[in-house]
T-cell receptor, first 115, second 117 residues
């Protein structure tokens, strides 16, 4: 079974600084996707970034980038120039590429952004 | 384009009652998935529907059921409610087509917060 582990329950970063959230996963599959979702207090889960396992190039979306290490099964999220609006729960998630596969989530990291 | 709409947003029930939650997916999306979020168990997959057929099911008791209608709207039902069913229930939709539908991005609704007393 696939598992996703987020070892940092809480992180804090000052506004305009950079922070990295860690995620490791375990799977025997070779074709899968990894995701970072953000859940603000409004509760709506918002996709931050997506990485296909077959792509060696790390995904980037504006201030958000990942460090994908397939052999180490590591998938960290870097947030640059942190903003107050980045404060939220961040969930790392795994999904096998096959039909009807489910998302497997980590336990989440609560990110605080301070002035 | 309207997002995923879940109703009701909040509800309170008592043990033994049943509840029905509704999810309207993004227009054109044919796949709807349901997840339960609790502080203790985190986010867990309930089931996934595509074109009115359940394609995948998580490890939940038979009290949890769902269905999907021809317009892709989905409902989930929990019967004989227990205190442990108190949770945020999240619905997500995606295109869902193709042999590699796992590549499709899930778009989530804001959730239905169920409290069981």
């Amino acid at each position: 079974a696939q598992t996703v582990t987020q070892s940092q329950p809480e992180m804090s970063v000052q506004e305009a600084e950079t922070v990295t959230l860690s995620c490791t996963y375990d799977t025997s599959e070779s074709d899968y996707y990894l995701f970072w979702y953000k859940q603000p207090p409004s509760r709506q889960m918002i996709l931050v970034i997506r990485q296909e396992a077959y792509k060696q190039q790390n995904a980037t979306e504006n201030r958000f980038s990942v460090n994908f290490q397939k052999a180490a099964k590591s998938f960290s999220l870097k947030i640059s120039d942190s903003q107050l609006g980045d404060a939220a729960m961040y969930f790392c998630a795994y999904r096998y590429t096959g039909t009807a596969s489910k998302l497997t989530f980590g336990t989440g990291t609560r990110l605080q952004v301070t002035l | 384009k309207a997002g995923v709409t879940q109703t009701p947003r909040y509800l309170i029930k008592t043990r033994g009652q049943q509840v029905t939650l509704s999810c309207s997916p993004i227009s054109g999306h044919r796949s709807v998935s349901w997840y339960q979020q609790t502080p203790g168990q985190g986010l867990q997959f309930l089931f996934e529907y595509f074109s009115e057929t359940q394609r995948n099911k998580g490890n939940f008791p038979g009290r949890f059921s769902g269905r999907q209608f021809s317009n892709s709207r989905s409902e989930m039902n929990v019967s004989t409610l227990e205190l442990g069913d108190s949770a945020l229930y999240l619905c997500a939709s995606s295109n869902g087509t193709g042999a590699f539908s796992g590549a499709n991005v899930l778009t989530f609704g804001a959730g239905s917060r169920l409290t069981v007393l």
